[in-house]
Every structure is written in C-alpha cells, then in structure tokens.
C-alpha cells in the first residue's frame, strides 16, 4: 500500500480559486491567485494557484524574468503577499508573526550575505536569538551537512570564498531546524562536487525528516536529479507541472524552447 507520503509526491494540485472544497488537506503551502505588479505597472506574477504538498522537493524553473524568485520570496514574506493568497498550513501568512514564519520557512539565497564574527557567530546567530545556545559539536554538524569541516568555524567570513559562505548560510538556515527550505539558485556558486554534495544533504533532510524544499534553478539536469515535481513557470503563470522524467512532454511553446535550450 502507499503511504501518505507518496500520494502526496504523485501530484501537484493546481485549484481552481474559486472551489475551496479542492484544498489538500496534506499540502504545507495553498496559493491562491497570488498577483504581483511592479512599481512600473508591469505583471510579475498572474494569479498563481497551487498547492505544494508536505514533504517534497519542489523544482520551479523557468526562462529568466519569468517570475521564480519573486514567487519564492513571497512565501516568507520577502515581498507582502496579498492577505487571501498564501496559506502556511492552512493559515495565512500575513496573520503570522513574520521571525516565527521565517524561522519555519528558511531561505537561502544565490549570493550568500554572512553577518560579522565567526563561521560559528553564524551558525548560532538563529537559535540564540531564542535564548538557545548551539555547542561546538552541534554547529560540527550542521557544517558537515553543509559540506564544510570543524575546521571552519573559528574561520571569518571575509576569509571564505562566495562556495564556501553559501554553505556556511546553508548551514545558518538549518540551525533554525526550518519545515520548509526555499532555495533560490543555492549552488550556482559551486564546484561540480560541491553542489552533488549540497543535492545529496538536500534529498536527505527531505527524506529523514520530511522537510519541504522548494528550489528555483535554471539547471534543467540539477531539478531532475533532486526533484519529486517540476513547477514550470513562463511570464507569470504556471504553464506545465510535471515529474521530472516527464519533462520533455511540456506542451506549453514557451516550455518547450526553454527545456531544449536548458537541456
């Protein structure tokens, strides 16, 4: 029998705004009509519906311009959402305190921005802002999740390449034990190693303790290696969902010549 887990991963529920009786009840994000326009009148995002169960990986991908980091930011309030459009478990994030929100839904992004002191300072800056204090060996791991050793965190971060600061961030976003990771271009800056590493401890934190990750990339071959679904996103809307090995039958024109450049 499959569990529940694995009927979640079988699909992506896109929903008509209007029938809220279409919610999953098992799905960690519920979007509904989410629209965003810029300061200069330009559509960013045209009413976005969907439901992003619990316990996935997520890949959102799309031609450059198309709308991913702005959707991804607007799920920890990066950028005000709309009140009514996107729902953290049922419960709509404008109502939610917005360092709790972000404690529960951490975000790394393309270009890592490390605070001053040590790699250690870094590591523990979250949970001590909760009255916790993480131990050597706590930030140890952490690090080693992140790709980094021991070694690191006496380093400072003006020492560090922009690799090496990613995956101290990586590791800072973690320390937070996050429900959700969004992810927007995390190993852009990485060795070929480096980001298999990085994919390997993603799987794992997804698979050992059912965290949600929601990736934005522009590598076609990154999504299909991690991925359970493939959001694809073309001038603000939702064109395609689909499996990864499923890529190659986007129908949507836009899709289409965007997978065959990428791929």
Known sequence: MPSDLDECREHLLVVDVND????????????????KVSNAGVPILK???????????????????????????????????????VFLDHNDICDLDVLSL?????????L????????????????????????????????????????FMNKKGSELSVGQAQRVALARTLANSPEVLLL??????????????IEDALVKLNKNS??????????IKQIQRIADLVCLLVDGQIVEVLKPHQLSQATHPMAQRFLQISS
């Open 20 to 35: 809220q009786n279409k919610i999953d009840k098992s799905s960690k994000f519920q979007i509904r009509n989410l629209t």
């Open 47 to 85: 009413g976005i519906d969907l439901d992003v169960p619990e316990g996935m990986i997520l890949g959102v991908v799309g031609p450059s311009g198309s709308g991913k980091s702005t959707l991804l930011r607007a799920l920890n309030r990066l950028w005000e959402p709309p009140f009514g459009t």
């Open 102 to 110: 972000r404690r529960k839904v951490g975000m790394l992004f393309q």
């Open 112 to 151: 890592p921005a490390l605070f001053e002191g040590t790699v250690a300072d870094n590591v523990r800056y979250g949970p001590q802002l909760r009255g916790k204090k993480l131990t050597d060996e706590e930030v140890r791991k952490l690090l080693i999740t992140a790709d980094l050793d021991a070694s």
């Open 184 to 197: 927007d271009e995390p190993t852009s800056a990485l060795d070929p190693i480096s980001t298999e590493n």
């Open 210 to 219: 059912g965290m949600t990750v929601i990736i934005v990339s522009h590598s």
